[in-house]
């Protein structure tokens, strides 16, 4: 039976329709075990995808393929979901707008997310991206009353709809020419009829622009500054960590699998964007006062970091990759559990609100040093393995420019970072009394940074499950 | 390539069709124009105003509840056809769908979205 493949899926699926039914139902002061329940959910799923894994299997009249590549992004997108949700529950409880949708749409985001990761079909992928994407917008906007956070979900939603039809228009003409959407089958078409036509190089570009778009990669990053600042400060952490890993997983199996014929194109056009997305990320976010939109600046400087990874396209990269997506996930998500306290709090989203925080919340502003290490990456921290696989991968296949580009950027981010953790130990603050963290926000800031020191110190199992979950051998 | 000829065959064949009954009628018809008759056809009313006028945005909510029922409709006439062939299985996976199309109208009729005030 297919369906026992997807039950992580129908879980959520489920879970997400009666907690709509409940939204229109119960008041909105009597929704407090909406995230109970989304949490729950969330975990059952993770408990379901056990007895499928080390299964390689297609289902679905190969829509869908059930491998370790695609179950790694599952169990990472559920734990994304579980901590996301734990970060929201006290900052949507002092919303005006009811609070039930709201896990409802983080819900479905996630099963789209999950269809992006397992499908090697291009109508498949698609579908689940849009998935993702329609969310998305929803939940930028999400803050209605609020102005920014309209302007965030507009600008979000037209330009993430010019962006879907660009990168529908590339399927098709993908499919027009190769006559299939099943990647599996591209694949195997041989190099000399692919490499031929320029149709499919314009089809190339197409891709590319609009994953782009969906990942924030420079210059289709425009997008992001706005939709991060507007946005409720949970979404915010949710934009910048699931839907950009979603667009990732789903590039790995578009490029470096489905189109490896074209891989001197694509390759090279991916090297200068990642060159240029590294730097551009960077070199803005130096200048930010805003710590929501520094983290998009630097969100954007990690996928350039990141798309190095795209570029090499060997083994070795793409699953440093998946190592960077893994480490990636836990430290953003534990950073903004402290984003969203201090604005949930009123404290402030600027940087200079940061000041004192050390006194305010000790252990807090120690987990928050842990983060920002690791974003650099410095040994002991995830952070570190991660840069170095890529890093590595870079250099083993000859792309040595890159690599230096990357080092240089690092050095270049310790500028902004460190900003915050002067503002933290250095600077008085303006009211010393001392910052509570709340049990569902501390447990996400806890998991965070304890799984930075563990990718970074007891790597070794993460890497041979990684091995395992490889999709190129 | 003989498919591509009768695909150009059609193309023309329904050009010309059209072509002569509209040019035959043009000829032989007489003409006698009126206020009345070159009026826009608007279903028998009487037109008045500006067709380029702001629409209520409660048409666009009830657009989106239509999409409900039109896609139930979409899926229903096929596996209505097929419905033997599909068995015990595909009732079940129909009554599924339905349920999560009730789902949204169910939410939607909560949120009060079918009343017009």
Redesign the interface.
């Known amino acids: 039976m297919d369906y026992l493949y997807i039950l992580p899926e129908l879980i959520i699926v489920a879970v997400a ?1 009666v907690l ?2 409940g ?3 119960s008041p909105k002061d009597r929704q407090g075990y909406m995230p109970v329940v989304a949490t729950a959910g969330f975990l059952a799923a993770l408990v379901a995808v056990y007895p499928a894994l080390g299964q390689e299997t297609n289902i679905f009249g190969r829509m869908i393929t059930v491998d370790g590549f695609a179950q790694f992004f599952k169990v990472i997108f559920l734990i994304v979901g579980v901590l996301v949700t734990l970060s929201s529950a006290g900052y949507m409880s002092k919303q005006k707008t009811s609070g039930g949708e709201y896990y409802v749409l983080l819900m479905f985001a996630v099963t789209g997310m999950i269809f992006m990761a397992s499908s090697t079909d291009l109508l498949a992928i698609w579908l689940g991206l849009e998935l993702v994407s329609i969310s998305s917008y929803i939940l930028a906007g999400y803050r209605r009353e609020d102005p920014k956070s309209n302007e965030a979900a507009i600008k979000y939603f037209l330009m993430g709809a010019i962006a879907s039809a660009v990168l529908l228009f590339g399927l098709s003409l993908v499919y027009g020419y190769t006559g299939t959407t099943n990647l599996v089958d591209i694949a195997q078409i041989e190099t000399k009829a692919l490499a031929g036509p320029a149709v499919l190089g314009v089809a190339m570009f197409m891709l590319v622009a609009g994953f782009g778009f969906k990942v924030a990669m420079v210059p289709f990053h425009m997008w992001a500054p706005d939709a991060y600042e507007g946005a409720p400060t949970p979404v915010t952490a949710f934009f910048s960590i699931g839907p950009k890993a979603a667009g990732l997983a789903a590039m790995i199996r578009i490029f470096p699998v489905g189109l490896s014929a074209l891989t001197s194109k694509w390759s090279l056009l991916f090297a200068i964007i990642a060159a240029v997305t590294m730097t551009v990320g960077n070199l803005t976010a130096l200048s930010q006062k805003n710590i929501k939109r520094m983290m998009a600046y630097s969100s954007i400087a990690q996928v350039g970091y990141i798309t190095i990874g795209l570029a090499v396209a060997t083994a070795a990269s793409v699953n440093a990759i998946m190592f960077y997506i893994m480490a990636y996930v836990f430290i953003n998500a534990g950073l903004f559990s402290m984003i969203i306290l201090l604005d949930e709090r009123g404290i402030g989203q600027k940087i200079e609100d940061y000041a004192g925080l050390s006194q305010r919340a000790p252990v807090a502003a120690a987990a928050m040093v842990v983060f920002f290490i690791a974003l650099i990456g410095i040994p002991f921290t995830s952070g570190f393995f991660a840069k170095f696989f890529i890093f590595a991968a870079a250099v083993q296949s000859g792309f040595m420019w890159l690599a230096i580009i990357l080092a240089v950027n690092s050095a270049i981010s310790v500028g902004y970072y460190y900003g915050v953790v002067k503002a933290m130990y250095l600077d008085a603050p303006k009211d010393a009394s001392p910052v509570k963290v709340p049990r569902a926000l501390g447990a996400v800031l806890l998991t965070g940074a304890l799984a930075t020191l563990a990718l970074g110190v007891f790597s070794e199992p993460f890497i041979r499950l990684i091995g395992l979950a490889s999709l190129l051998r | 390539m003989l498919s591509w000829v009768n695909v150009a065959i059609f193309l023309i064949a329904g050009v010309v069709v059209v072509a002569v009954g509209l040019g035959m009628a043009w000829l032989l018809r007489p003409s006698y124009p009126d206020p009345k008759k070159l009026d826009p056809y608007e279903c028998g009313e009487v037109p008045f105003g500006d067709a380029q006028v702001r629409f209520n945005i409660r048409y666009y909510i009830f657009a989106l509840i239509f999409v409900v029922f039109d896609i139930e409709s979409v899926f229903i006439y096929p596996w209505a056809v097929l419905f033997r062939q599909l068995g015990v299985f595909g009732f079940f996976e129909m009554l599924v769908f339905l ?2 199309l009730v ?2 109208l ?2 939607a ?3 009060k979205v079918l009343e017009w005030v």
């Open positions: 329709l709509l039914v939204a229109a139902l | 349920v999560i789902v949204g169910v939410y009729w909560k949120k």
